[in-house]
């Protein structure tokens, strides 16, 4: 432990994609804990697409990053020092604290973590955030039924690779698009493609009876060619559109959804925070799953926090497969 | 009676918007009524935007029209011969066999209609499918609660006229929009505007709350608008998309569709005929609330089915308050 702690702040805003200029990494002094607070050595940091959003100056469902103080989001650590009962030195924890090294905050808002036997970094995937917003998604809000197709986009990233696999655990065929040969060859699905190709045909090959449940997470031509290929009575639940987070001026939206009515397809914008009466069932199911060997998992993981920025650039060039993951100090589990 | 029967068929398909030459109007010979059938006068039929969808080569929940053949669509007329026991000379009775002077058909084609002291025109669109569209698009696909903001678009016409009424029974607050100023002043709704003036000041203006059921009849800049007017867990039916109906190319969708996701609304297209089994309840309830002077209603009555091609144009140029209907023959209710 030393008397120096380390922050990314927000530089300036990015204008498009982000750029390395629009981060600062900051030496600060040491937290410490006040009254009813932990402080909290932070080991891996979650970079997800949403955060992009969070760059804007605008309201949404989170408050705007603002410039010149620390960006956060999902993080798993170790109790260093706590003047809490709830909390105790050496317990591994999860918070909203990352981006930083080191953090103190009131106990209540710093979740302990029994990790089940299953690796620390995966409570910021398959068994954190992006997993629940695949399971609560995919099931709540796509209710796929058995025998159906499900396609998913966007399938190697951290949500897209869990919805398939669930989608298959509940007897759906499970169909996937992702950005490289490489992905595409990794995919743990029925079919998938390199979206780059013709999609028209490659939906039309790889979901040959049809899409019942369109799990949307990039927008863009993608979604105009599903359209195409909906069932009657199809669902479509959306969870990011990340085609068109960096777009300097909106672009517009697909020239196919006015089969929304033909179709009767419902079309239904989700956000998991929405959805915390079912992270029972979700770590449960998901926990059971990974110790049945029905689900597994990638991550990208990035050492150090200075590369945090780099990290988050990387998603909108399609560098991760799987979670995307900083390592910021050593795993005290390994 | 004569013995010439009048039809009107498809010449050729329109490409934009439908012009006179598309149509014939024909001369046959009349129809007789075979085993189990009916021979029927029109006396009131339908003309209605879907109309447009079919007219179009491709398939759909409805099969195209045929070019050649008469078209068809809602109708009410009077029985004149029957060779069925469910229907007798001088009933009153409903039928999918529009754009005609005469028709024979089995009689369980045909349906019989209590007018409950309604004028027989009512059944083509306030007790008819439009209204039927309004009371289950309104009511099962937006699921509008008391205190909440309800908007219309195409408010003037068949289906909107209603949802409005409908929406102020329910205890919400209704706003709409409509392509004239004759048509607003005629709303019988909280607010309303002429939609070719500033659409985004507006929805601003008279939706002072934001809206939390977009009733959606025409698509265009009017669903562009409305993302950002929307609330949190807003719901959209979508019933139609009249701005597009004539496009000869596909248009972009609305710039604004990636709110669906921080807003979490749900946008849901639907078809009237999916959902008789509320037809009872429809019936019952709307019959109810006129007789109540809850709901009142206006209609377009064209005379003389040789203008039926023209009075289905002039849905497009907005030339009907309320439901559009061409008079075919005597109404023996008056």
Redo the contacts between chains.
């Keep these: 432990m030393t008397d120096r702690s380390l922050e990314v702040r927000l530089a300036s805003r990015p204008a498009g994609e982000p750029e390395a200029a629009n981060f600062d990494v900051v030496e600060t002094d040491m937290p410490s804990a006040g009254e009813g607070q932990a402080l909290v050595r932070n080991v891996y940091m979650s970079v997800d697409p949403y955060m992009r959003?969070r760059m804007r100056d605008i309201k949404?469902?989170t408050p705007p990053f603002q410039i010149g103080k620390a960006l956060d989001g999902g993080a798993v650590g170790v109790v260093e020092e706590s003047n809490s009962d709830a909390l105790a030195p050496g317990d591994l924890v999860s918070s909203r604290f990352g981006w930083r090294s080191h953090f103190a905050a009131p106990a209540v808002e710093i979740q302990k973590i029994d990790t089940h036997g299953a690796p620390l970094s995966a409570f910021l995937g398959v068994l954190g955030m992006p997993g629940m917003t695949a399971y609560v998604g995919l099931l709540d809000i796509g209710e796929p039924k058995e025998g159906e197709t499900v396609f998913v986009s966007a399938a190697a990233g951290a949500v897209g690779s869990l919805v398939g696999q669930i989608a298959k655990i509940k007897g759906c065929r499970a169909v996937g698009s992702a950005g490289s040969a490489d992905k595409v060859a990794h995919l743990v699905y029925d079919a998938a493609f390199d979206y780059h190709g013709d999609l028209n045909r490659n939906l039309a090959d790889t979901c040959p009876d049809g899409i019942d449940v369109y799990f949307e997470n990039v927008?863009g031509p993608t979604l105009e060619a599903v359209f195409l290929h909906m069932n009657m009575f199809g669902r479509i639940p959306?969870?990011?559109?990340i085609a068109?987070y960096n777009d300097k001026e909106?672009?517009?939206?697909?020239?196919?959804?006015?089969?929304?009515?033909?179709?009767?397809?419902?079309?239904?914008?989700?956000?998991v925070s929405?959805h915390m009466d079912r992270r029972a069932d979700f770590v449960r199911d998901v926990a059971g799953w990974i110790a049945e060997g029905k689900v597994t998992y990638r991550e990208t993981i990035v050492s150090g926090l200075e590369k945090a920025p780099e990290a988050f650039m990387g998603l909108f060039r399609g560098e991760n497969t799987g979670k995307m993951v900083v390592q910021i100090s050593d795993d005290p589990t390994k």
């Design positions: 959003g949404s469902y927008g959306v969870c990011g559109m068109h909106p672009r517009p939206g697909p020239k196919t959804l006015i089969s929304i009515i033909p179709k009767r397809l419902k079309m239904q914008g989700f956000i929405d």
